[in-house]
T-cell receptor
């Protein structure tokens, strides 16, 4: 099993350009997440999807859109990239345990917006 | 609003030493606390999870403790090795079942 995969691994954009970050999982998990990680800060939740067909905003959703294409795939779109969106983006999928979601993370996408 | 803090931000120790990483949180209403390891260019790997009703968890050379009333957790690493070099993150599951993360401690073990 590949677990959680993300593409691309690296990306450089100019301000105003758009792009989509792809995430896929092969563990048959219902829940999927998008986080960003900035230097000196913890991971912050952008959007999550509790199940196929549903999406919800996290802590920092502004400037992003998401699509839960099917159970396997959860994409993150930047419509008009800004330098403040320079960050490392992590996708995760989760399985429900008794009192928490056990999350499994992809390797991340390092995005630079010039 | 739950806030998670990790001190120090970076730590460098000689190989073989025992060490302690610290994590504190502001709201004791948590379901659990997790410690993760992050290697450069890779995703995050869960090391230990402590349920809110537990005091500690152990895995090999790692021992994590939780004092919910004081809002503190420690990760103890015994007999450190160069392969332990990584960034260690703690995260709490809050009342909304979301993970709230600390900024991490970057650990370097010198051979």
């Amino acid at each position: 099993n590949a677990g959680v995969t993300q593409t691309p691994k690296f990306q450089v954009l100019k301000t105003g350009q758009s792009m989509t970050l792809q995430c896929a999982q092969d563990m048959n998990h219902n829940s999927m997440y998008w986080y960003r990680q900035d230097p000196g800060m913890g991971l912050r939740l952008i959007y999550y999807s509790a199940s196929e067909g549903t999406t919800d905003k996290g802590e920092v959703p502004n400037g992003y859109n998401v699509s839960r294409l099917n159970k396997r795939e959860f994409s993150l779109r930047l419509e008009s990239a800004a330098p403040s969106q320079t960050s490392v983006y992590f996708c995760a999928s989760a399985v429900q345990r008794s009192s928490y979601n056990e999350q499994f993370f992809g390797p991340g996408t390092r995005l630079t917006v010039l | 609003k739950q806030e998670v803090t990790q001190i120090p931000a970076a730590l460098s120790v000689p190989e073989g030493e025992n060490l302690v990483l610290n994590c504190s949180f502001t709201d004791s209403a948590i379901y659990n606390l997790q410690w993760f390891r992050q290697d450069p260019g890779k995703g995050l790997t869960s090391l230990l999870l402590i349920q809110s009703s537990q005091r500690e968890q152990t895995s090999g050379r790692l021992n994590a403790s939780l004092d919910k009333s004081s809002g503190r957790s420690t990760l103890y690493i015994a007999a450190s090795q160069p392969g332990d070099s990584a960034t260690y993150l703690c995260a709490v599951t809050d009342s909304n079942y979301q993970l709230i993360w600390g900024a991490g401690t970057k650990l370097i073990i010198k051979p």
